[in-house]
């Protein structure tokens, strides 16, 4: 249902930062997604961690390696099927991503050079299980709550 993709310059995040971040960025997408922290859509989540080496990054049109004092470059891509998605649920799901990963690194707040880009992958442009999935086809898994699902069917059903 959703794959989260972190990429940070390699040795930037140790595996203890890792193993946390696997759930709490999971947590802070899993629950506006379905509406609440439901255990049993954990596995419809991915994070992925993926790491550059400092000369494979830049910023401000400088590569990593060549900066005095490198900048603390991580981003954080999600794709999430096409479902109920208005601008304060996005915002939302960024906030607690970006929240999350400062938790992580153990600061107050968020870096400026972090970024976070939120994808919704419009329908029939999904596929797991060998066939092409809905979102419409997981509404009865259980995990979503009542006002999601009503949200969800209401932006599905409108025009494009």
């Known amino acids: 249902m959703t794959i989260i993709t972190v990429t940070a310059p390699t040795g930037r995040l140790g595996l203890d930062q890792r193993r946390r971040l696997a759930g709490s960025l999971t947590d802070a997408v899993l629950e506006p997604e379905v509406g609440q922290l439901a255990p049993a859509a954990r596995p419809g989540f991915q994070v992925h961690f993926h790491e550059l080496p400092a000369d494979c990054m830049a910023i401000g049109g400088r590569l990593l390696s060549e900066q ?73 898994s259980g995990v979503f709550t009542p006002e999601r699902i009503a949200a969800i069917r209401a932006a599905m059903a409108a025009p494009v």
């Open 68 to 140: 005095e004092t490198p900048s603390d470059i991580i981003t954080i891509n999600v794709a999430v099927m096409n479902a109920a998605w208005p601008a304060d649920v996005r915002a939302q799901v960024i906030r607690n991503l970006l929240a999350r990963l400062a938790e992580a690194c153990g600061m107050e707040k968020p870096s400026p050079t972090w970024w976070v880009n939120f994808g919704i992958i419009e329908e029939g442009s999904w596929g797991s299980r060998g066939n092409v999935l809905s979102i419409l086809q997981l509404l009865e």
